[in-house]
């Protein structure tokens, strides 16, 4: 079936630092891809999403590209701030039935002043 | 605009107690509908999800059930709650097709 793997956390960086948060995906067919954050408190926002492969998704500074041969879907961003802290989950989305979302297990992120 | 609301946003339930979360979307018809729960510090488990008004997938075998019976409209009941129902649920709808999900402000519960 499919399945998501995101990096492991926490992950605790300083601020204006570069960001990475891995995710590889198993999954049949070409499934859509999605990167949600949570704040604390609060339920899931849509960051960005790929569609197909070679799709480089976009949002806030944040950006993550579709990669078919390497299945998967990294989170980027050059500059953390602080207001970047946050959980975020990789997703992704089958090609079938009611488009159910698989997600990781999602990253802790802290951005230190 | 479409917009999602949940209810209550926190809620604390003896066990054995009954439980009903509501989730209602507007701006949008026919919208697929969804509930997740959160276990603390975990990732998102799906429970349940609706194409349609009066149809019900569920997802995992356990101690709630889910409702539709207006089209924008998902209901979240149990009849005896357990303490390992305690966590965070969210709804979240999409439209039909190929568009992403969007997610209500959840509602933390807590059994005692």
């Known amino acids: 079936g499919n399945s998501v793997t995101q990096m492991e956390g926490p992950v605790t960086l300083s601020e204006e630092a570069f960001l990475t948060i891995n995710c590889t995906y198993t999954?049949?067919?070409?499934?859509?891809l999605f990167w949600y954050v949570q704040y604390p408190g609060e339920g899931l926002q849509l960051l960005l999403k790929a569609t197909k492969a070679d799709d480089k998704g976009s949002n806030k500074g944040f950006e993550a590209t579709y990669r078919k041969e390497t299945t998967s879907f990294h989170l980027e961003k050059g500059s953390v701030q602080v207001s970047d802290s946050a959980v975020y989950f990789c997703a992704l989305r089958g090609i079938q039935g009611a488009q159910k979302l698989v997600f990781g297990q999602g990253t802790r992120l802290t951005i230190n002043p | 605009s479409q917009t999602i609301h949940q209810w209550p946003a926190t809620l604390v339930q003896p066990v054995g107690s009954p439980l009903s979360l509501e989730c209602t979307v507007e701006?949008?018809?026919?919208?697929?509908l969804y509930w997740y729960r959160q276990a603390a510090g975990r990732g998102l488990q799906l429970l349940f999800y609706?194409?349609?008004?009066?149809?019900i997938s569920s997802e995992v075998p356990q101690n709630l059930s889910a409702s539709r019976p207006q089209d924008r409209q998902f209901i979240l009941s149990s009849k005896k709650l357990l303490l390992s129902d305690s966590g965070f649920y969210l709804c979240a709808w999409k439209e039909q097709g190929n568009q992403p999900q969007h997610f209500g402000d959840g509602t933390r519960l807590s059994i005692l």
């Open positions: 701006g949008t018809s026919n919208p697929n």
């Open positions: 999954a049949t067919g070409y499934p859509s």
């Open positions: 609706s194409v349609g008004i009066g149809q």
